[in-house]
């Protein structure tokens, strides 16, 4: 399986439970186990996802729909101005670094050519350092990692990357793992772990 199947399996598998989540009166009190998880606590999470230019669409708009069902998911960049993903495709931020929430349930960051450009951001980094330290899940998905690192987030952390990128998750310190997922903590590569962990969808 490839990752453009495997983020649209996450989006159409996961779509459902995290609306059966829901299907309970609102009235009603949250039991164990509702389909949210730990972080719900009878709210919408509050969701960054970084779109920046040059993304990779795919990377975004899987994990987006998922999250769009069950929290309030913030496609952030520097201005609400119209991005062009790597596709052509172009996206309209629905929150900029200043307005986003700044206590998040989740960062998101994910991959694409416009990476490079956006880990030499200075105001970017650090926006993505400040809502990192107190996220409850960090996440990327492909070299959306590599971006993490470089706002200091997976120093100690393991970690993963699209494959040639994995050398140098060391430089941003780093463990680099030859796996597809990985989970460390609160960190985690690829939405299906953060969904998981979030969520609490199995």
């Known amino acids: 399986m490839n990752r453009r199947q495997f983020v649209g399996a996450v989006a159409a598998g996961l779509a459902v439970p995290t609306f059966a989540g829901r299907a309970r009166s609102d009235d009603a009190p949250a039991a164990k186990g ?8 009878g709210r919408r999470p509050e969701i960054g996802m970084l779109l920046y230019p040059g993304l990779t669409l795919m990377d975004l708009l899987g994990p987006q729909t998922v999250f769009a069902a069950a929290a309030n998911v913030h496609l952030v960049w520097k201005t609400k101005d119209e991005i062009e993903t790597d ?14 929430p700044k206590e998040l349930d989740a960062l998101f960051v994910g991959g694409g050519p416009g990476q490079v450009a956006v ?25 959306g990692s590599l971006v993490l690192g470089a706002a200091g987030l ?23 793992v030859d796996a597809r997922v990985v989970v460390d903590r609160n960190r985690g590569e690829e939405a299906l772990a953060c969904l998981r962990e979030a969520f609490g969808v199995n």
């Open 154 to 176: 997976l120093r100690g952390y393991k970690a993963t990357c699209h494959w040639a990128g994995r050398a140098a998750l060391p430089m941003f310190g780093a463990i680099p």
């Open 87 to 100: 596709t052509g495709i172009c996206m309209r931020p629905s929150a900029t670094l200043a307005d986003c």
């Open 34 to 41: 509702d389909g949210f998880g730990p972080i719900h606590h």
């Open 119 to 143: 880990m030499k951001d200075a105001e970017v980094i650090r926006f993505l350092a400040d809502r990192g330290a107190s996220a409850k899940y960090v996440t990327s998905v492909c070299s």
